[in-house]
């Protein structure tokens, strides 16, 4: 592994927040841009991403000392040091979206065009994301066995949802209905995540052999999976 980038001196510069830095800099960029084609106010991407990152990286690491507790009371200190991984993407999507909702409502803009526009680099700020971890060591698979080595399930993980980024932009081009760019985000991404623990070996299992976060991707996918039927119905009964 790689934790540390680059040293100068005394500066530090740590593989994981490099990339989360990263991942938040393309991602809010390219929305932005996306958001001016689509008459969005100006900046109002640009502030939306950073409100949600903030309040997404703070969700993040609460759900992550809430399931590593023992380990933080141990060494309270350890809460503060990002820069060694720890954050749990559904704590931060939780938080991210709770917040960034109340900003578009406040702002008086339609909640599901805003989360059809943000869905496609939100794949793609992960699939950034993940290289980071993947160089810190976190998130990291079980042993393959008869090889001895890790699965790289972050590297799987980059991949799949560089795919997703792909597969979302081309849809976002086509007339679908309002909601079921996110809806299907979030079925790609759960879907994703239930078969990704499988190989992970840094979360363990609490129920029926299954781990906690694939207990919560199947909940999402089933609820994302509901509406997006149901918003397809809606749109088929207004055609009759």
């Known amino acids: 592994m790689y934790p540390i ?54 969700g993040a690491r609460i759900f992550f000392i809430i399931l590593n507790f023992d380990f933080f009371k141990q060494d309270p200190y350890e809460i503060i040091k990002l820069w ?78 560089l795919f997703v980024f792909l597969v979302l932009r081309i849809l976002q081009k086509r007339n679908l209905k309002t909601g079921n760019i996110f809806f299907l985000y979030l079925i ?9 623990e499988f190989l992970r070996g840094d979360s363990p299992s609490i129920f029926l052999g299954f781990t906690i976060f694939q207990l919560i991707s199947a909940g999402i996918f089933m609820i994302a999976l509901i509406f997006l039927l149901f918003c397809q119905a809606d749109l088929n009964r207004r055609k009759l």
């Open 5 to 58: 980038l680059l040293q100068f001196g005394p500066i530090t510069i740590y593989s994981y927040g490099f990339f989360l830095a990263l991942a938040f800099l393309a991602a809010s960029m390219l929305a932005e841009r996306e958001s001016q084609i689509r008459n969005f106010p100006p900046y109002f991407i640009s502030n939306l991403c950073l409100l949600c990152l903030v309040s997404g990286v703070i």
């Open 84 to 161: 060694h991984g720890g954050l749990v993407w559904y704590g931060g999507l939780i938080s991210g979206v709770a917040a960034g909702l109340i900003y578009v409502r406040i702002k008086k803009q339609a909640v599901l065009p805003v989360l059809d526009l943000m869905a496609p680099y939100l794949a793609l700020g992960q699939a950034i994301g993940r290289i980071g971890c993947f160089l810190n060591g976190c998130c990291y698979g079980k042993i393959w066995p008869g090889v001895n080595i890790f699965y790289p399930t972050q590297v799987f993980s980059s991949l799949i949802m």
């Open 188 to 196: 790609f991404y759960s879907g994703k995540r239930f078969f990704i």
